[in-house]
């Protein structure tokens, strides 16, 4: 393969890629919305024929048209609190969707980028290897792309690898908080709800001089109580999946920097030849000094006597 036509192949499969990210987000949005109206559509039914199995009839009964079942009875009390909240779901539910979609090792860390990048490196196409991290969103790219431009310091690399690596997992941990923020918010809202129905109920006991109807007491109770169930029911599925959305965001950061070290100690560049090596290439043997051996000292021999 050509080396121009690189670029239009990896723009090519980067759109690709995109067109087919998106038709898997849209589904499955459709999917689970379609599912979420199913469930809504299926409890109120059934709440409502138990409401109506369970209800005899009573003469003189002053709540004809009370509404029965959670959510007639919900849908029953809507004030500041109650958008509030809603808003809140959809937001958290969008939020759930794109944070689960988005944390995974296809989207953060695809294969075919990471073996790519390895190729240009065994080839040594670095020119190539920094237009091409520019360009990719990966995890991996955005991670070895600040380390190419510090070359050839290696510890200049390295920092400047830890650095982005740093950015970007606090960049996908910053993505996530919002779903802790709505999920420490839902409990508040339920409270705060709560707190306003029982200040309707006992205001409407105070104007009745203590003689309040038992039914215009309990309905601000259960509008209370309905308050309480919405900021739960906002507070649980985020939380829950803040904290599993968190596990998976740490385990695929941590694997994406071990393999971002790894491509590179790939192209770590060469270390420094020692200053003794000769132009030819063989290195400078000096004469090496002997010991001086000592020799030893000759005693003179007696002359032979004569008898």
């Not at 705060?192 to 309990?218: C, S």
């Not at 739960?232 to 803040?242: K, R, S």
Request: charged share 15%.
């Amino acid at each position: 393969m050509s080396e121009p036509l690189l670029p239009v192949l990896t723009e090519t499969s980067n759109k690709a890629s995109n067109r087919s990210s998106f038709s898997r987000r849209t589904s499955l949005l459709l999917m689970l919305a379609v599912g979420v109206i199913t469930m809504v559509l299926a409890s109120k039914q059934t709440w409502a024929q138990a409401a109506g199995g369970a209800a005899a009839p009573a003469a003189g009964a002053s709540a004809a048209g009370a509404p029965h079942g959670l959510v007639q009875l919900i849908l029953s009390n809507k004030d500041g609190v109650f958008f509030t909240i809603v808003a809140l779901s959809i937001t958290g539910f969008t939020l759930i969707i794109q944070g689960f979609m988005r944390s995974t090792a296809k989207v953060l860390m695809p294969e075919d980028t990471t073996n790519q990048i390895r190729e240009m490196i065994s080839q040594r196409k670095f020119k190539e290897l920094i237009e091409f991290t520019e360009d990719d969103p990966s995890f991996i790219s955005k991670a070895l792309n600040p380390a190419l431009k510090r070359a050839p310091s290696f510890s200049s690399m390295k920092e400047a690898m830890e650095t982005a690596i740093g950015e970007q997992t606090a960049e996908q941990f910053r993505r996530i908080e919002y779903l802790n923020i709505i999920g420490n918010l839902g409990p508040l809202l339920g409270l705060l709800g709560t707190v306003l129905g029982m200040i309707d109920a006992f205001d409407e006991m105070n104007r009745a001089g203590g003689n309040a109807d038992p039914a215009g007491l309990a309905g601000g109770i259960s509008k209370a109580l309905c308050h309480t169930f919405l900021g739960l029911f906002l507070a649980i599925p985020c939380l829950a999946a803040f904290g599993i959305l968190r596990t998976i965001v740490d385990r695929l950061t941590v694997r994406g920097s071990l393999i971002a070290e790894e491509l590179l100690l790939m192209i770590k560049p060469a270390e420094a030849k020692p200053a003794a090596t000769q132009a030819t290439g063989g290195p400078r043997t000096a004469a090496t000094p002997q010991p001086a051996v000592r020799k030893a000292p000759t005693l003179p021999v007696p002359a032979p006597t004569v008898g």
